[in-house]
């Protein structure tokens, strides 16, 4: 069973950058889908970026869309997300989870292995 933990998370300014990390254990990460999410305080988690089973097609929301960038490397069994010119709307708890088809796939309960989470503040 493949686990996921984040980490990365930090308080910043407006225009700042951050990388979040997904570190998998128990299994490669080659092979499946991993996808970031985010939750907002009082709002629903909503999907940010995925990336398919070969690492070789990518997927975004319109919202992070040419700021953020997620990729992976399967030496270290990890999926990166950088995330460039941060908003206060970027603002919240990331976490990333796996699935093993599809990776244009926006729906949360279609994931499996979530992780803790880790929280994204960005100030204006």
């Known amino acids: 069973q493949l686990q996921l933990v984040e980490s990365g998370g930090g308080l910043v300014h407006a225009g700042d950058s951050l990388r979040l990390s997904c570190v998998g254990s128990?299994?490669?990460?080659?092979?499946?889908?991993i996808g970031w999410f985010r939750q907002a305080l009082g709002k629903d988690r909503e999907f940010v970026a995925t990336i398919s089973w070969s690492g070789e097609e990518t997927y975004y929301s319109n919202s992070v869309k040419d700021r953020f960038t997620i990729s992976r490397d399967i030496a270290e069994n990890t999926v990166y997300l950088q995330m460039n010119n941060l908003k206060p709307e970027d603002t919240g708890v990331y976490y990333c989870?796996?699935?093993?088809?599809?990776?244009?796939?926006?729906?949360?309960?279609?994931?499996?292995?979530w992780g803790q989470g880790t929280q994204v503040t960005v100030s204006s």
């Open positions: 989870a796996h699935r093993h088809l599809g990776y244009r796939i926006v729906d949360d309960r279609e994931y499996q292995g």
């Open positions: 128990g299994r490669t990460i080659n092979g499946y889908a």
